[in-house]
């Protein structure tokens, strides 16, 4: 089993950037595939992005893509999102989570465990 911790979360302005965290514990964190989703006010949860184990395959959101960046450090046990170029669209609470399926996936069912969450708020 495995613990997620987010950070990094906050208020920024359209156009700006933010790094999101997230913390593992527990089991060894290079065994899981890694993901981020965003859930906004009155909508589903909805996928963001995905790292390979090794850090070596991505995969991205349309809506993300060329913005938003996924990527792990295993001696740290952490992954990270990076996000520039942020809109008012992308005003949601982030999620990290993990899987212990081979390939990548994309749909919430298809994870394991997940963190509590942190807020990002983009204004105009």
């Known amino acids: 089993q495995v613990q997620l911790v987010e950070s990094g979360g906050g208020l920024v302005q359209a156009g700006g950037s933010l790094r999101l965290s997230c913390a593992a514990s527990?089991?060894?964190?290079?065994?899981?595939?890694m993901g981020w989703f965003r859930q906004a006010p009155g909508k589903e949860r909805e996928f963001v992005a995905a790292?390979?184990?090794?850090?070596?395959?991505?995969d991205y959101a349309d809506s993300v893509k060329g913005r938003f960046t996924i990527s792990r450090d295993n001696a740290k046990n952490t992954v990270y999102l990076q996000m520039n170029s942020l809109k008012p669209e992308d005003t949601a609470v982030y999620y990290c989570a993990a899987t212990v399926r081979f390939r990548l996936v994309t749909r919430t069912r298809d994870y394991d465990y997940w963190g509590q969450g942190t807020q990002v708020t983009v204004s105009s």
């Open positions: 527990g089991r060894s964190f290079n065994s899981y595939q």
């Open positions: 790292i390979a184990l090794t850090g070596a395959n991505t």
